[in-house]
């Protein structure tokens, strides 16, 4: 029976204590915020959605690599040497189109290891984090500076110097074997 | 599967003996199967298997229960795995040794910092690299620290959330978000870090993080005393927590427990102290052991004052690293980051490490390649959940409920 009581008396007494800290609390500002109208300012380095300044990329394909869920898709063209694409801005010499780079915002990881490999820091994620989107496509972020027409047309002229260049070999081949086989 | 949806109706023919019928035959017989899968020597009275989960609130995540209960009194637990299974270890043997470790954030998702600290020094170990920079070191104490004390915040306060306690919950939840925001200063992700990388960290200290850092603790131990005030020591929260789920020491260790739910039964084991790995053994704390101060060892009571002395002792780890990376914070810390990482052909390393949840252990098997021939995780979560069912018998549904609180378990750990 005494424990009973003593039971009930430590109960109430303890209930009391953490009221007492809850009534504290009441008059403390609050530590919410209402988000859609106040947002929260997020640090510089925050790992948000990726942006590539396209001017500055020299298409070396590093990115690509290291994703490790493989969200990034880029094509690159080799620039004739009349081609002037200069430099990024880091002083790399750019030397290829790049007809394509998507990044799939859906695929991402954050992870961002594409961002510290990037040899001229055109790749970088920014600190915005509201990627809601009303339609699948809208998660594929195109960053190329060419038109699709103007890709394809790299694309093309690239495989069809490929296809030059690759008859040409063959002849050479042809040629060399030709010239083996007459001594014989 | 869909059998225990119907309650059985017996009748009892005398010649027979205890001859059970159904008036729906099939689950009948499912029901009689689950019994005997389920190793029921007799029942009696009015069993049942009722499947708790996978989308019950109170099993923190996608677990499933499938318990045979009578009335209230559970008799029997299972629990049924691989609901957030993402094949870890498969994806881990595709990816190079660096790229491991975006995916190890993921096991543990509550404490992704000792999660990576794991695979690393794992990794570490395989490629032979023991001199790290000082600065490094300090930084993996202070960062899983205070991730430990933000998992500990989460484990804590959603056990109050479990039998009803609404504000030391929001409480938790408003200083590990301070917690995160440290974090995500230092790393530039909240919860999936990516920040201790083989070798090194991703990112060098920002400017005024260590300074914010003290300033958090001095903010924080206040903190913990008034939620002590609200939930550890309400008299009533005890007498409902002190005698339930008791898990003696003896079973504990052989199923393999570590972490708190082991040293809530009074076995003083702690890689930290035991097996020192990082810089813990340069740094003076204590290991909180369960007491049984007002009840049986080992009860759910003792796990939850395990936990709460634990982030006191977090507190006190960080304080002292605070201290000690002053005269290293000019060092560079990628320095020790190797330029390949290709172990030796065969080679195979293991080693373990304590997280908040227990002992985290990683085998990496090398065949000479850039990407692990084999990555094996060792989860803890994985064997303080398979207690569950030794606990929990004999007791009511509501403290089921309060075992899997106290086990503290993340569904990602587990089925990695």
């Keep these: 029976m005494g424990n009973y009581f003593s039971d009930i008396y430590r109960a109430i007494t303890t209930i009391a ?23 929260w300012q997020l640090p510089t380095n925050a790992r948000g959605i990726l942006f590539n300044n396209v001017d500055d990329c020299i298409g070396c394909n590093k990115c690509v690599r290291i994703c490790p869920v493989q969200c990034i898709y880029m094509d690159t063209t080799k620039a004739h040497a009349d081609e002037d694409l200069g430099k990024a801005s880091t002083g790399n010499p ?56 103007e890709a394809l047309a790299l694309l093309k002229r690239d495989a069809e110097e490929a296809q030059v260049k690759a008859k040409a070999k063959e002849a050479a081949l042809a040629a060399k074997n030709k010239g083996s086989k007459v001594p014989a | 599967m869909f059998g225990n949806l119907f309650k059985k109706k017996r009748f009892v023919f005398e010649d027979e003996g205890m001859m059970v019928l159904n008036m729906d035959q099939a689950a009948g017989r499912y029901h009689e199967e689950a019994m005997k899968k389920l190793e029921i020597e007799s029942y009696q009275g009015d069993e049942m298997v009722v499947n708790m989960g996978p989308q019950h609130p ?27 299974h993402r094949n870890f270890e498969k994806h881990a043997e595709n990816t190079t040794y660096n790229e491991v ?20 020094l794992a990794v570490e170990k395989l490629m032979g690299l023991s001199e790290l920079p000082e600065k490094v070191e300090y930084m993996r104490v202070l960062t899983c620290e205070l991730n430990r004390i933000a998992s500990h915040l989460v484990a804590v306060g959603t056990f109050g959330l479990d039998i009803g306690a609404f504000t030391p919950f929001l409480w938790a939840f408003r200083d590990r978000e301070k917690i995160l925001d440290l974090l995500e200063w230092l790393s530039g992700a909240r919860m999936l870090y990516n920040y201790i990388w083989v070798g090194g960290l991703a990112r060098d200290i920002p400017d005024g993080w260590l300074a914010k850092t003290r300033e958090f603790v001095d903010y924080f131990e206040p903190k913990m005393v008034e939620f002590n005030k609200v939930l550890t020591t309400n008299h009533i929260f005890i007498e409902r927590t002190a005698d339930i789920g008791v898990l003696p020491p003896e079973m504990a260790v052989s199923y393999g427990c570590t972490g708190p739910v082991l040293r809530g039964s009074g076995v ?16 003076d704390f204590d290991i909180p052991v369960g007491k049984g ?71 990496v098997r090398s065949d000479g390649s850039d990407v692990p021939f084999r990555v094996k995780g060792r989860s803890p979560c994985f064997h303080n959940i398979s207690v569950v069912d030794d606990i ?25």
């Design chain 1, 17 to 39: 204590v953490g009221m007492g800290q809850t009534w504290k609390a009441m008059f403390r500002p609050a530590t919410t915020l209402q988000y859609p109208t106040v947002r």
């Design chain 1, 94 to 149: 750019i030397r290829q189109h790049v007809v394509r780079f998507d990044i799939d915002m859906f695929k991402c990881c954050y992870c961002d290891f594409c961002t510290t490999v990037c040899p001229t820091e055109c790749l970088y994620m920014t600190d915005e984090y509201e990627n809601g989107v009303f339609s699948r496509d809208n998660g594929l972020y195109h960053f190329s500076k060419y038109s699709p027409q």
């Design chain 2, 268 to 283: 003083k084991w702690d890689l930290r102290k035991n097996e020192p790995f990082s810089y813990y053994d340069k740094l």
């Design chain 2, 293 to 363: 101060e007002f009840g049986p060892l080992g009860s759910v009571l003792d796990r939850y004052l395990v936990r709460i002395a634990e982030i006191n002792e977090s507190v006190k780890i960080i304080r002292q690293a605070l201290d000690a990376i002053e005269p290293f914070v000019e060092q560079d810390v990628q320095a020790a980051i190797p330029k390949k990482i290709r172990p030796a052909a065969g080679s195979e390393a293991y080693v373990r490490s304590e997280t908040p949840r227990g002992e985290l252990g990683f085998l």
């Design chain 2, 58 to 84: 109170s099993t923190h995540g996608v677990l499933r229960l499938e318990l045979v209960i009578d009335g209230e009194i559970v008799k029997k637990t299972t629990p049924h795995l691989g609901y957030l």
């Design chain 2, 392 to 416: 929990s018998r004999g007791g009511m549904i509501a403290d089921l409920v309060l075992i899997i609180g106290s086990l503290d378990i993340v569904l990602g750990c587990v089925d990695r």
């Design chain 2, 101 to 120: 470790i975006p995916y190890c954030d993921r096991l543990d998702y509550l404490a992704s910092m000792n999660q990576d600290l794991g695979y690393a």
